[in-house]
């Protein structure tokens, strides 16, 4: 099982559109889109991938970017995102917050997702990997423009540049 991994996209369409081109070329499961989407308005561009959103510190109108994923058969969750996939568990969360970050941490997740810093990580931090997409940010630079995809069943994480 293959899941889409992207994160503080920024109201940038064009990368958008090249990631959702990736992730159905991919035929991902569903996507995870760890906040920041910023406006409502780009949700509809995710239509299709079965997607599950957190907020991101920048994002606006909360309540429409809420009604905007369920028109597209989106989940939104919140702050917080916890999941529980082919026996592994996944937390996610958009900030960089050490104490909500070392809390969901020391909850032993077999994978933590976050955005936020925009720069893509893979790391181990004791039975827990932790992964960010990257950015998207006009102002990122272009090997920070990432998505991620992720096999839990062979915890493979495949970093792809969208430009």
């Not at 090249?18 to 949700?43: C, M, N, Q, W, Y």
């Not at 996939?85 to 997702?113: A, E, Q, T």
């Amino acid at each position: 099982m293959v899941i889409g991994i992207i994160s503080d996209t920024h109201d940038n369409i064009p990368n958008i559109k090249r990631a959702v081109e990736l992730f159905k070329k991919h035929s991902v499961e569903f996507i995870i889109h760890a906040g920041d989407i910023i406006s409502p308005a780009t949700i509809k561009y995710f239509k299709g991938l079965n997607p599950k959103f957190v907020f991101g510190n920048c994002d606006g109108d909360r309540a429409k970017i809420d009604e905007k994923v369920g028109e597209i058969g989106g989940v939104h969750y919140g702050r917080v995102m916890e999941l529980r996939i082919k026996g592994k568990s996944i937390g996610v969360f958009h900030g960089d917050d050490i104490l909500i970050n070392d809390k969901m941490l020391r909850k032993g997740y077999d994978y933590f997702i976050h955005g936020h810093t925009h720069i893509p990580e893979d790391k181990q931090v004791n039975k827990t990997r932790v992964l960010c997409p990257g950015g998207h940010f006009l102002g990122d630079p272009e090997e920070y423009n990432k998505i991620i995809l992720l096999d839990v069943e062979k915890n493979k994480a495949v970093f792809i540049s969208v430009k």
